[in-house]
């Protein structure tokens, strides 16, 4: 999905609805760093867990886990994803990702690995472009692309005016009339980092132009977001908004939390075991890998952070006074 504006509740919107069926993982792109690896070792997670509950094969059948997948390279987790054990047509999982573009996965390696990702055979791949700050193509470029022009500079300026005034819907269908070659141009938008069998055999692109208009709320905090500083009051603003953009079973993991440090303000924070336990109990979550997905959210978001008790357990906190963290539970109730 491309165009002005915002994209993430249109994108997350479709995941909630039309892939309530389906197992879905987020990706934030607009975080300004994100482990690719991890994402893959969760998906690897989720697949072998939903083989062994589809009993589509017995289970002398199932491929045998060597090694836990987080000591896997990524080859191997790449073709565990693409494993022929179960008919693709009966189960997938579903990547949201939004921003491919952006800062957390714009380098050469991540994309290549998200291409690889795209086609496999039980992952499906929905992502949103938001950069607008797209670098303009040299003619060098363009032909390795398969892209002629006669004038160079005026297709760069033509280019410029789709992405950084794309509200204007006339601009862009005069200009798609007069370039017929800008619709590849947007194909080839992130052609700094996608190469021709990236984009016609691995991601295998549907194009849907989407402008939405809607305001950044969200991908503009990281910038970066730091809830331990600034103002307690602002803090929980920001914090608010970020809850506000997960899901009702996140937003409850969450509350657990933040309840058990008003309760206990004297802990260091609450061992990963007990939300665990009480998360289960609540049906937020059904397994651990489900906890761990919303625990890399919040990290990601810097939420919560992660302290080593004395005892040597990891332990959960929230970087919130409690002033900030009382006002947030009331905005959220």
Avoid at 2 to 21: C, D, P, R
Avoid at 193 to 210: S, T
């Amino acid at each position: 999905m491309y165009g002005f504006g915002s994209k993430k509740s249109l994108i997350e919107g479709f995941a909630s609805t039309a892939l309530a069926e389906h197992s879905v993982v987020v990706i934030n792109g607009y975080l300004q760093s994100i482990n690719i690896k991890q994402v893959i070792i969760a998906l690897a997670e989720i697949l072998w867990e939903q083989l062994k509950l589809k009993r589509k094969v017995s289970s002398g059948s199932l491929p045998k886990v060597q090694q836990p997948f987080s000591s896997r390279s990524m080859d191997d987790l790449l073709v565990f994803l693409d494993g022929p054990e179960m008919d693709e047509k009966d189960s997938f999982i579903c990547v949201v990702v939004n921003n491919i573009d952006g800062p957390g996965l714009r380098d050469t390696e991540t994309q290549q690995y998200l291409a690889r990702l795209a086609s496999c055979s039980y992952i499906r791949v929905v992502a949103s472009i938001d950069h607008v700050n797209a670098p303009l193509l040299s003619t060098s470029m363009l032909r390795r692309l398969g892209i002629e022009v006669d004038n160079i500079l005026e297709f760069q300026l033509l280019i410029s005016v789709f992405f950084l005034a794309g509200c204007a819907l006339g601009v862009i269908n005069s200009l798609l009339e007069r370039n017929a070659e800008i619709i590849s141009i947007v194909e080839h938008f992130m052609f700094s980092l996608w190469d021709k069998k990236m984009v016609h055999a691995q991601f295998n692109w549907y194009w849907y132009h989407v402008p939405t208009f809607a305001p950044y709320k969200v991908e503009g905090l990281f910038l970066p977001l730091i809830l331990a500083h600034g103002s307690s009051k602002q803090s929980a603003k920001t914090a608010l908004i970020v809850l506000q953009s997960l899901t009702p079973n996140a937003q409850n993991v969450f509350r657990i939390l933040a309840e058990y440090q008003l309760s206990h303000p004297d802990d260091e924070g609450m061992a990963i075991d007990n939300l665990y336990s009480i998360s289960r109990e609540r049906f937020l979550v059904s397994s651990q890998v489900t906890l761990n997905a919303h625990l890399t959210e919040f990290k990601d978001h810097e939420l919560v952070k992660t302290k080593r008790h004395s005892d040597g357990q990891d332990c959960l906190y929230i970087p919130l006074t409690k002033e900030g963290l009382e006002k947030l539970l009331s905005e959220i109730s």
